[in-house]
Structures are given as C-alpha cells and as structure tokens.
C-alpha cells in the first residue's frame, strides 16, 4: 500500500507561478495587496520579479467602503499578498510528472512483492 501511495505521490505536480501568470494573461484576475486593497480586472502583463499590470481595474479599499474604475493599473511584486486567477489558468499548466520517479515506484513495488 505504501508503494502505490508513493506512486500516486510522484504524479502529483505543482505549476510553477510564473507559468500561471504567463498564462492568465488577458484574463481576469483579483489581486490582494499587502495593505489589504484589492484590484479586479484582466491581466496584462507581468515580470519575472511578479510586476503586474492589469488593464479595466476596479480598485476596492482596504476596508471595502470606497470603489475606483481605472484603465490601467501597475503593480508592484513586493506589494502583493495574493492573486486569484481563473481555474483554466492552472489546468493548462499542469507540468507533467519526471518519468524516473514513477519508474523508481514501479520498481520498488515489484521488488515487495517479491
């Protein structure tokens, strides 16, 4: 039992977060800030040091009373706690698993059961 969990282990793989965001461009997305605002709208761009820019923004205050519609918002990494995308975001990232661990487990199980 312990190899076939091992097994199923080795198959389960997180996207990397760079790659989520390459590919959550032009969708939309909520992004929380460290201050505790919150900008809604489609991302635009974002950098390797997780600069973003997201276009159509609605910015909502931190303590949720006071709304703003801007075209055109930038980010900065540092600032940002979370960022919420869309779920087809994380589908088309699944990385596929390293073909030697699974073979390392198909091994292993066979040299139990002998």
Same mark, same amino acid.
């Given at each position: $039992? ?5 097994? %199923? ?9 760079? #790659?989520? !965001?390459?590919?959550?461009?032009? =969708?939309?997305?909520? +992004? *929380?800030?460290?201050?505790? @605002?919150?900008?809604?709208? $489609? !991302?635009?761009?974002? #950098?390797? %040091?997780?600069? !973003?820019?997201?276009? #159509? @923004?609605?910015?909502?205050?931190? #303590?949720?009373?006071?709304? %703003?519609? $801007? ?8 600032? /940002?706690?979370? +960022?919420? $995308? /869309?779920? *087809?975001? !994380?589908? *088309? ?18 040299? *139990?059961? =002998?």
């Amino acid at each position: $039992v312990t190899v076939s969990v091992l097994y %199923w282990c080795c198959r389960i793989t997180m996207p990397f977060p760079s #790659d989520v !965001l390459r590919k959550s461009r032009r =969708k939309p997305v909520a +992004v *929380e800030l460290k201050s505790g @605002a919150t900008y809604n709208g $489609v !991302l635009a761009s974002s #950098d390797r %040091w997780m600069n !973003l820019t997201v276009v #159509d @923004a609605i910015i909502t205050s931190p #303590d949720g009373t006071r709304f %703003w519609k $801007v075209p055109t918002v930038c980010v900065r990494g540092s600032a /940002v706690r979370c +960022v919420r $995308v /869309v779920t *087809e975001a !994380l589908k *088309e990232n699944e990385r596929p698993a390293s073909s030697s661990a699974p073979a390392r487990a198909k091994k292993a199980h066979r040299k *139990e059961a =002998k």
